[in-house]
């Protein structure tokens, strides 16, 4: 009997570490602010995607990020919204007066005229170097940390006579 039971934790414990693999990178969901969401954002494989307040953005090497992703990978006709749940619904909504969210959908317009056939989910999440975004296709999927865009450590900003980078 305790043979069997000592089997049984140690068969559970396997399969408890081999999921975790299956979180994928980036750590836990988090909520980010507008604020923290505007700027510049990428990764070491060349994804590149800049946010602009105006719920505008631009985005170039998608696939970078997300390889499944089969529409164009560059465009400069990006809008994006924070998915939110709203009260008494169970799934997510844009809602375009939100200012902070766990989720943000990119609409990215690729020329077809279908809205929405080319649209990206970014999940945002927070680990050890700080906030990141996962873009997905599916919302059931996750991000390698090779595929993980992160604030953009190269990209510098002038404001009000001081230098920032990242």
Do not use: K
């Not at 570490?17 to 990428?42: F, M, N, R």
């Not at 050890?128 to 999927?141: A, R």
């Amino acid at each position: 009997m305790i043979g069997r039971r000592l089997r049984t934790v140690a068969v559970f414990g396997v399969v408890a570490l081999g999921c975790t693999a299956c979180a994928g990178a980036g750590g836990p969901s988090t909520v980010i602010q507008q604020s923290e969401l505007v700027g510049d954002w990428g990764n070491d494989a060349g994804a590149r995607l800049h946010v602009s307040a105006d719920h505008t953005a631009t985005a170039d090497g998608i696939d970078h990020a997300a390889p499944d992703y089969g529409c164009a990978t560059a465009s400069t006709a990006v809008s994006w919204d924070f998915l939110v749940r709203t009260v008494g619904e169970s799934s997510l909504s844009v809602v375009r007066a939100a200012t902070e969210g766990r989720y943000i959908e990119l609409g990215i317009d690729a020329g077809s005229g279908l809205r929405g056939s080319c649209d990206l989910t970014a999940a945002v999440q927070r680990d050890d170097q700080g906030l990141n975004l996962c873009l997905v296709v599916d919302m059931d999927q996750t991000c390698t940390a090779e595929e993980l865009l992160r604030r953009d450590r190269w990209s510098v900003t002038v404001s009000e006579g001081s230098i920032r980078t990242g």
